[in-house]
């Protein structure tokens, strides 16, 4: 089992920057791929960016070239580095296996993105 928490919202004005994190715990964290997932409001959660074990990258065509993805196995910490945001980035954003382990689904954290 894998437990996940998810820091470093908060509210931000187009163009501007964030950096998610998920912490990591439990079962070896560094064997699964790992990816950030955001849902907003009305939308079904979808799959923004994974990152596997080896370190290859994939990125959602809408985030691709404003939002990088990253890992610290040693930390067990999964990164998602935003920027350029958009009004249409605004959802809560969580972190999981890819493909996701439906118990180890965590709060989120909001990121709001407005003037």
């Known amino acids: 089992q894998v437990q996940l928490v998810e820091s470093g919202g908060g509210l931000v004005q187009p163009g501007g920057s964030l950096r998610l994190s998920c912490a990591g715990s439990?079962?070896?964290?560094?064997?699964?791929?790992m990816g950030w997932y955001r849902q907003a409001p009305g939308r079904q959660r979808e799959l923004v960016a994974n990152i596997l074990s080896g370190g290859n990258t994939y990125y959602r065509d809408f985030v691709k070239g404003r939002f990088t993805i990253s890992r610290d196995n040693a930390k067990n910490t999964v990164y998602l580095q935003m920027n350029s945001l958009k009004p249409e980035d605004t959802a809560v954003y969580y972190c999981?296996?890819?493909?996701?382990?439906?118990?180890?689904w965590g709060q989120g954290t909001q990121v709001t993105v407005s003037s």
């Open positions: 439990g079962s070896i964290f560094s064997i699964y791929a």
């Open positions: 999981n296996t890819v493909p996701p382990k439906p118990d180890s």
